[in-house]
Protein backbone atom coordinates (compact mmCIF):
# COMPACT_ATOMS: atom_id res chain seq x y z
CA UNK A 1 0.00 0.00 0.00
CA UNK A 2 2.84 2.50 1.04
CA UNK A 3 4.73 1.92 -2.41
CA UNK A 4 1.44 2.73 -4.21
CA UNK A 5 1.22 5.92 -2.36
CA UNK A 6 4.38 6.75 -3.20
CA UNK A 7 4.17 6.15 -7.14
CA UNK A 8 0.83 7.91 -6.78
CA UNK A 9 2.52 11.07 -4.97
CA UNK A 10 5.51 10.73 -7.36
CA UNK A 11 3.13 10.64 -10.29
CA UNK A 12 1.10 14.06 -9.10
CA UNK A 13 4.37 15.80 -8.52
CA UNK A 14 5.67 15.21 -12.24
CA UNK A 15 2.16 15.92 -13.37
CA UNK A 16 2.24 18.97 -11.43
CA UNK A 17 5.61 20.02 -13.21
CA UNK A 18 4.27 19.27 -15.99
CA UNK A 19 0.94 21.45 -16.02
CA UNK A 20 3.39 24.35 -14.60
CA UNK A 21 6.09 24.04 -17.50
CA UNK A 22 2.64 24.41 -19.70
CA UNK A 23 1.44 27.27 -18.62
CA UNK A 24 5.03 28.98 -18.09
CA UNK A 25 5.31 27.82 -21.82
CA UNK A 26 2.09 29.07 -23.29
CA UNK A 27 2.42 32.39 -20.94
CA UNK A 28 5.82 32.99 -23.66
CA UNK A 29 3.15 31.77 -26.65
CA UNK A 30 0.55 34.22 -25.77
CA UNK A 31 2.29 37.18 -24.27
CA UNK A 32 3.55 40.13 -26.55
CA UNK A 33 6.09 42.41 -25.83
CA UNK A 34 4.87 46.12 -26.58
CA UNK A 35 6.40 49.90 -26.01
CA UNK A 36 2.90 50.76 -26.47
CA UNK A 37 1.78 50.69 -22.72
CA UNK A 38 2.40 53.37 -19.26
CA UNK A 39 5.22 53.64 -18.19
CA UNK A 40 7.38 54.65 -15.43
CA UNK A 41 8.56 58.59 -15.78
CA UNK A 42 12.03 57.43 -16.14
CA UNK A 43 11.48 54.76 -18.45
CA UNK A 44 9.01 56.36 -20.73
CA UNK A 45 11.29 58.04 -23.43
CA UNK A 46 13.36 55.29 -25.69
CA UNK A 47 16.97 56.46 -26.70
CA UNK A 48 17.54 56.18 -30.65
CA UNK A 49 20.91 56.57 -31.73
CA UNK A 50 22.32 57.29 -35.48
CA UNK A 51 25.83 55.93 -36.19
CA UNK A 52 27.72 57.67 -39.40
CA UNK A 53 31.00 56.93 -39.72
CA UNK A 54 32.71 58.51 -37.18
CA UNK A 55 29.96 60.04 -35.80
CA UNK A 56 27.26 59.18 -33.10
CA UNK A 57 24.03 60.96 -32.49
CA UNK A 58 22.01 59.77 -29.45
CA UNK A 59 18.84 61.47 -29.30
CA UNK A 60 16.72 61.08 -25.57
CA UNK A 61 19.81 60.82 -23.39
CA UNK A 62 17.99 61.08 -20.37
CA UNK A 63 19.63 63.81 -17.68
CA UNK A 64 16.75 64.13 -14.93
CA UNK A 65 17.86 66.09 -11.69
CA UNK A 66 16.91 64.99 -8.26
CA UNK A 67 15.68 66.23 -5.45
CA UNK A 68 14.94 63.13 -3.94
CA UNK A 69 14.60 59.44 -5.10
CA UNK A 70 11.00 59.97 -6.38
CA UNK A 71 11.06 63.82 -7.40
CA UNK A 72 13.59 65.12 -10.30
CA UNK A 73 13.27 67.63 -13.34
CA UNK A 74 12.51 65.14 -16.38
CA UNK A 75 15.36 66.14 -19.28
CA UNK A 76 16.80 64.75 -22.06
CA UNK A 77 19.47 65.81 -24.57
CA UNK A 78 20.72 64.83 -27.96
CA UNK A 79 24.30 64.47 -27.98
CA UNK A 80 26.82 63.92 -30.33
CA UNK A 81 30.23 62.17 -29.99
CA UNK A 82 33.21 61.09 -32.03
CA UNK A 83 34.08 57.06 -32.02
CA UNK A 84 37.81 58.55 -32.56
CA UNK A 85 37.52 60.12 -29.14
CA UNK A 86 36.20 56.82 -26.85
CA UNK A 87 38.72 56.41 -25.05
CA UNK A 88 37.27 54.08 -21.65
CA UNK A 89 34.29 51.79 -20.50
CA UNK A 90 33.90 51.57 -16.76
CA UNK A 91 31.77 48.45 -15.42
CA UNK A 92 29.69 49.55 -12.38
CA UNK A 93 28.16 47.90 -10.07
CA UNK A 94 25.22 48.45 -7.73
CA UNK A 95 24.37 45.81 -4.94
CA UNK A 96 21.65 45.55 -3.25
CA UNK A 97 20.42 43.89 0.02
CA UNK A 98 19.74 40.47 -0.54
CA UNK A 99 21.47 36.99 -1.98
CA UNK A 100 23.49 38.35 -4.78
CA UNK A 101 21.29 41.44 -5.98
CA UNK A 102 22.33 43.65 -7.48
CA UNK A 103 22.20 45.88 -10.87
CA UNK A 104 24.81 46.84 -13.11
CA UNK A 105 25.64 49.30 -16.24
CA UNK A 106 28.92 50.03 -18.12
CA UNK A 107 29.71 53.78 -19.03
CA UNK A 108 31.89 55.19 -22.14
CA UNK A 109 34.10 58.09 -21.57
CA UNK A 110 35.73 60.47 -24.44
CA UNK A 111 38.87 62.11 -24.07
CA UNK A 112 36.65 65.23 -24.64
CA UNK A 113 35.57 65.01 -20.61
CA UNK A 114 32.09 63.62 -21.46
CA UNK A 115 30.37 60.47 -19.96
CA UNK A 116 27.48 58.43 -20.97
CA UNK A 117 26.08 55.22 -19.56
CA UNK A 118 23.75 52.88 -20.85
CA UNK A 119 22.00 50.96 -18.42
CA UNK A 120 19.82 47.76 -18.96
CA UNK A 121 16.61 46.99 -17.31
CA UNK A 122 13.12 45.91 -16.69
CA UNK A 123 11.05 48.24 -18.03
CA UNK A 124 7.87 48.91 -15.37
CA UNK A 125 4.89 50.81 -15.94
CA UNK A 126 3.48 53.18 -12.76
CA UNK A 127 3.68 51.73 -9.61
CA UNK A 128 4.56 48.63 -10.50
CA UNK A 129 7.74 47.36 -8.44
CA UNK A 130 10.74 45.19 -9.93
CA UNK A 131 11.07 41.77 -8.70
CA UNK A 132 13.34 38.95 -9.40
CA UNK A 133 10.81 36.31 -9.28
CA UNK A 134 8.16 38.21 -11.52
CA UNK A 135 11.18 38.74 -13.32
CA UNK A 136 11.24 35.15 -14.85
CA UNK A 137 7.60 35.59 -16.11
CA UNK A 138 6.79 38.07 -19.44
CA UNK A 139 5.84 40.85 -17.06
CA UNK A 140 8.45 43.22 -17.65
CA UNK A 141 9.72 44.48 -20.90
CA UNK A 142 13.72 45.41 -21.73
CA UNK A 143 14.65 48.78 -21.94
CA UNK A 144 18.54 50.22 -22.61
CA UNK A 145 18.30 53.63 -20.96
CA UNK A 146 20.67 55.87 -21.95
CA UNK A 147 21.69 58.49 -19.39
CA UNK A 148 24.17 60.87 -18.51
CA UNK A 149 26.27 59.63 -15.41
CA UNK A 150 25.39 62.68 -13.05
CA UNK A 151 21.92 60.89 -13.43
CA UNK A 152 22.38 57.38 -13.27
CA UNK A 153 25.65 57.23 -10.87
CA UNK A 154 24.10 60.29 -8.35
CA UNK A 155 20.72 59.06 -8.05
CA UNK A 156 22.47 55.10 -6.82
CA UNK A 157 24.59 57.28 -4.80
CA UNK A 158 23.49 60.34 -3.09
CA UNK A 159 19.89 59.52 -3.44
CA UNK A 160 19.32 55.98 -2.86
CA UNK A 161 22.18 55.70 -0.78
CA UNK A 162 23.50 52.64 -2.33
CA UNK A 163 27.30 51.35 -2.25
CA UNK A 164 28.25 51.79 -5.79
CA UNK A 165 31.18 50.36 -7.35
CA UNK A 166 33.05 51.63 -11.03
CA UNK A 167 35.73 49.33 -12.35
CA UNK A 168 37.62 50.50 -16.06
CA UNK A 169 37.66 47.96 -18.09
CA UNK A 170 40.84 46.32 -20.14
CA UNK A 171 40.02 46.50 -23.65
CA UNK A 172 41.60 47.49 -26.94
CA UNK A 173 39.76 50.85 -28.40
CA UNK A 174 38.75 48.80 -31.12
CA UNK A 175 36.82 46.67 -28.52
CA UNK A 176 35.53 49.38 -26.46
CA UNK A 177 34.17 51.12 -29.79
CA UNK A 178 32.29 47.78 -31.12
CA UNK A 179 30.88 47.39 -27.65
CA UNK A 180 29.73 51.10 -28.06
CA UNK A 181 28.16 50.55 -31.21
CA UNK A 182 26.47 47.11 -30.57
CA UNK A 183 25.04 48.25 -27.59
CA UNK A 184 23.53 51.34 -29.03
CA UNK A 185 22.31 48.92 -32.14
CA UNK A 186 20.74 46.69 -29.55
CA UNK A 187 18.78 49.93 -28.28
CA UNK A 188 17.40 50.92 -31.72
CA UNK A 189 16.22 47.33 -32.29
CA UNK A 190 14.10 47.21 -28.81
CA UNK A 191 12.69 50.17 -29.89
CA UNK A 192 11.37 48.79 -33.39
CA UNK A 193 10.72 44.95 -31.71
CA UNK A 194 10.39 44.96 -28.33
CA UNK A 195 11.39 42.02 -25.86
CA UNK A 196 10.50 40.96 -22.49
CA UNK A 197 13.48 41.32 -19.54
CA UNK A 198 14.20 37.82 -17.86
CA UNK A 199 15.74 37.45 -15.06
CA UNK A 200 17.64 33.92 -15.96
CA UNK A 201 18.23 34.85 -19.85
CA UNK A 202 18.00 38.73 -20.38
CA UNK A 203 18.71 40.85 -17.59
CA UNK A 204 21.29 43.18 -17.17
CA UNK A 205 24.32 41.75 -16.39
CA UNK A 206 23.45 38.90 -18.82
CA UNK A 207 23.24 41.06 -21.26
CA UNK A 208 26.55 42.91 -20.74
CA UNK A 209 27.86 39.30 -20.77
CA UNK A 210 26.29 38.64 -24.11
CA UNK A 211 27.40 42.29 -26.27
CA UNK A 212 31.14 41.15 -24.84
CA UNK A 213 30.90 37.86 -25.81
CA UNK A 214 29.87 39.10 -29.04
CA UNK A 215 32.60 40.82 -29.70
CA UNK A 216 35.10 38.49 -28.20
CA UNK A 217 33.47 34.81 -28.47
CA UNK A 218 33.90 33.01 -24.93
CA UNK A 219 35.36 35.09 -23.51
CA UNK A 220 33.00 35.05 -20.22
CA UNK A 221 31.78 31.81 -19.62
CA UNK A 222 28.01 31.13 -18.02
CA UNK A 223 28.41 31.88 -14.45
CA UNK A 224 25.71 31.96 -11.53
CA UNK A 225 26.78 35.29 -10.51
CA UNK A 226 25.47 36.51 -13.67
CA UNK A 227 22.16 35.98 -12.54
CA UNK A 228 23.02 37.58 -8.74
CA UNK A 229 25.57 39.95 -9.95
CA UNK A 230 26.48 41.54 -6.71
CA UNK A 231 29.29 39.48 -6.99
CA UNK A 232 29.64 39.66 -10.78
CA UNK A 233 32.99 41.94 -10.65
CA UNK A 234 34.67 38.65 -9.17
CA UNK A 235 33.81 37.62 -12.66
CA UNK A 236 35.41 40.45 -14.51
CA UNK A 237 38.59 40.32 -11.69
CA UNK A 238 39.20 36.25 -12.54
CA UNK A 239 38.90 37.04 -16.06
CA UNK A 240 41.30 40.01 -15.72
CA UNK A 241 38.67 42.67 -17.52
CA UNK A 242 39.51 44.91 -14.80
CA UNK A 243 42.29 45.27 -12.55
CA UNK A 244 43.63 42.47 -10.97
CA UNK A 245 46.84 43.45 -9.32
CA UNK A 246 45.44 43.83 -6.15
CA UNK A 247 42.96 41.84 -4.07
CA UNK A 248 39.37 41.88 -5.01
CA UNK A 249 38.97 43.45 -1.66
CA UNK A 250 41.56 46.33 -1.93
CA UNK A 251 40.09 46.98 -5.33
CA UNK A 252 36.61 47.41 -3.59
CA UNK A 253 37.55 49.75 -1.49
CA UNK A 254 39.91 51.73 -3.72
CA UNK A 255 36.78 51.66 -6.51
CA UNK A 256 34.04 52.64 -4.38
CA UNK A 257 32.18 55.49 -4.61
CA UNK A 258 29.57 55.43 -1.75
CA UNK A 259 30.85 59.02 -0.72
CA UNK A 260 28.20 62.22 -0.17
CA UNK A 261 29.13 64.52 -3.66
CA UNK A 262 25.13 66.24 -3.64
CA UNK A 263 27.86 69.60 -3.46
CA UNK A 264 29.44 68.70 -7.45
CA UNK A 265 26.10 67.20 -8.80
CA UNK A 266 25.26 70.65 -10.47
CA UNK A 267 28.55 70.45 -11.83
CA UNK A 268 29.24 69.37 -15.76
CA UNK A 269 32.57 67.76 -14.13
CA UNK A 270 30.89 65.31 -12.15
CA UNK A 271 31.97 62.69 -13.90
CA UNK A 272 35.98 63.78 -13.76
CA UNK A 273 35.04 64.27 -9.93
CA UNK A 274 34.02 61.29 -8.68
CA UNK A 275 37.12 59.62 -11.00
CA UNK A 276 39.58 61.84 -9.03
CA UNK A 277 37.97 60.39 -5.65
CA UNK A 278 38.78 57.20 -6.77
CA UNK A 279 42.59 58.09 -8.22
CA UNK A 280 42.59 59.56 -3.98
CA UNK A 281 41.88 56.34 -2.92
CA UNK A 282 44.01 54.09 -4.63
Known amino acids: ?4 RVRKA ?6 SIACLLTIYIALF ?3 KP ?3 REW ?5 VLATSTINGDQVIINNVRNFRYTSETEFTV ?3 DREYLLSDLISVDYIVEPFAGMGAAHTFVSFGFDTGEYVAISVEARR ?3 EVYSPLVGVLPRYELVYVIADERDVINLRVNYRKNDVYLYPLKASLYDKQTLFIDMLNR ?4 VLEPEFYHTLFSSCSINIARHVNKIAPNTIPWDIRLIAPKNSDEIAYELGLIDNNSSLEELRTANKLSFESEVFEIQDNFSTIIREHIDKEK
Open 75 to 77: AYD
Open 10 to 15: IGLFFI
Open 29 to 31: IFS
Open 34 to 36: SND
Open 1 to 4: MNIV
Open 40 to 44: RTDQA
Open 125 to 127: QPN
Open 187 to 190: ANKL
